[in-house]
């Protein structure tokens, strides 16, 4: 019996943000929208992490539209999912493998519970699929946890690992993992680090230090440097991408967790103000429960599209 499709577990994913969405919008006068039905409008949006520029550019949208027509409910619906898809498109974006020399170099950066060590497994399974040749390397050497967890994974998925003691030297973890996969032809090597951001500076030294090392061997090494998101975190999650980008020279980003919570319109709000490519999202524990997305089709389920014109599951 198979599971779920990508499809129905992205509709169970962003359910919670979904419902948030239609909720805050319920109760709105319908019809001819005036100033203070499309105010209510713009702070529902607002309170929907959707982000204040996103919901300024729905409501000027809004305002234009029912010039033209009384809108009803999938109006407004369809007018917030167009929206959102084209917030949404510029920054969908796939993790290309194409480094050469390989290996390319995935450096996997977040705080600590961000489910930063769990996400570089999937995202190793979804390139394992793709047929590359994947190792991984346990850069976080400041929890002993990390180092555990991630060698589980590895064993599970199939992978090489390269780990070194607690404490020890990130870098120089980092190097022996980028000889060995040189030698094994390995296509794709993803290196967790430290998620320590309390100590800034700190983590910056030591992610200077990761850089250094891996640009003597090959100067457009690191080739991505992923920030792993929590969307239940919601607007904190922007203030990271803030000091990540600041830290660590961000090139793109994974949101996991969406399952998880009601607040899951920080996609949109982080697509809007930092316009960095979105290379995947989890909604799921499973190991196959991360995958690129299409811009529509989260679009929709986010403003409750799909709900609203098909006949809900039993």
Known sequence: ???????????????????????????????????????EIEEALIASDLGPATAARIRGRLEEAQVERNLEELGIRLIVAEEIAKVLDPVSKKLEIAAFPRPQVILVIGVNGSGKTTTIAKLANLLLEQDYGVMLAAGDTFRAAAIGQLRTWAERIGVPIVTGPEGGDAAGVVFEAVKQATEKGIDVLIVDTAGRLQNKRELMDELAKIRRVLGRINPASPHDVVLVLDATTGQNALNQIEVFKEVAGVTGLVMTKLDGTARGGVLVAAAQKYGLPIHAIGVGEKVDDLRPFDANEVARIIAGVEEFTSPRSA
């Open 1 to 39: 019996m198979t599971g779920p499709s990508w499809h129905e577990r992205l509709l169970g994913g962003f359910k919670k943000t979904s419902d948030r969405l239609i909720g805050n919008l319920a109760g709105i006068g319908l019809g001819r929208l005036g100033t203070e039905q499309l105010d």
